[in-house]
């Protein structure tokens, strides 16, 4: 990740404009466009929501750890959780009790939050970023085209859905967050170096759903 902006620009500028290369490179991976597309068959969005149930179980486990904490307690939303509506969807897609599993980017994933989320503030907001500003900013185009393309009424795209949230009015209120952090020189490097990470999580998992269905 660069960062092309001097340090006094707002730490929310200077992480939109770092990161804009790998959210390019995440919105491009192909997979994301062939699904708003339909060309898919409705089993690859199932496989999408499955490997964001076991991210977001992952990340969700971190929420409730770092709620307490006096500098990531602050971005843990319980509006924003993700886990009940994968459920659902999972449970729409693939019948109750569906056989899940996880592939080897998602894994990996996983055990990045696990080793950094659990313990780091920054590493926590970092990947609570990454994650939750995508689902309240492209995730609100790529809801409802999916919905369109698969015949989705209501149930099996709830994962987009962010009942009485305002995404605008969040994404802002989120940002003033990032503004306000405290952070030491070496812990907001450790965050912005973080948020690359987790992009490039991202980005392997979605690169190995379109190995598998485009």
């Not at 192909?30 to 964001?52: C, I, K």
């Amino acid at each position: 990740m660069t960062l092309a902006d001097p340090p006094t620009e707002r730490l929310s500028v200077r992480l939109r404009s770092g990161t804009r290369q790998d959210h390019d490179a995440a919105q491009g991976s192909g997979f994301l466009d062939a699904l708003a597309a339909g060309t898919l068959p409705r089993q690859a969005y199932a496989d999408l929501a499955a490997q964001h149930w076991f991210i977001y179980e992952t990340l969700e486990q971190a929420a409730e750890a770092m709620a307490a904490d006096p500098v990531a307690g602050d971005f843990v939303f319980p509006e924003l959780t993700r886990l009940p509506a994968l459920s659902h969807d999972l449970a729409t897609l693939l019948g109750p009790e569906p056989q899940l599993s996880a592939l080897p980017a998602t894994g990996e994933y996983r055990a990045r939050l696990r080793a950094v989320a659990f313990d780091h503030p920054w590493a926590f907001i970092a990947h609570h970023y990454t994650r939750y500003l995508g689902d309240l900013s492209g995730g609100q185009y790529l809801g409802p085209a999916i919905a369109k393309a698969y015949g989705l009424d209501g149930a099996g795209h709830r994962f987009f859905v962010f009942e009485g949230v305002s995404p605008p009015a969040f994404r802002t209120r989120y940002r003033e967050l990032l503004d306000g952090l405290a952070f030491s020189p070496a812990d907001e490097q450790n965050f912005l170096a973080e948020v690359g990470e987790a992009y490039r999580l991202n980005i392997a998992v979605l690169r190995e759903l379109k190995e598998r269905w485009v």
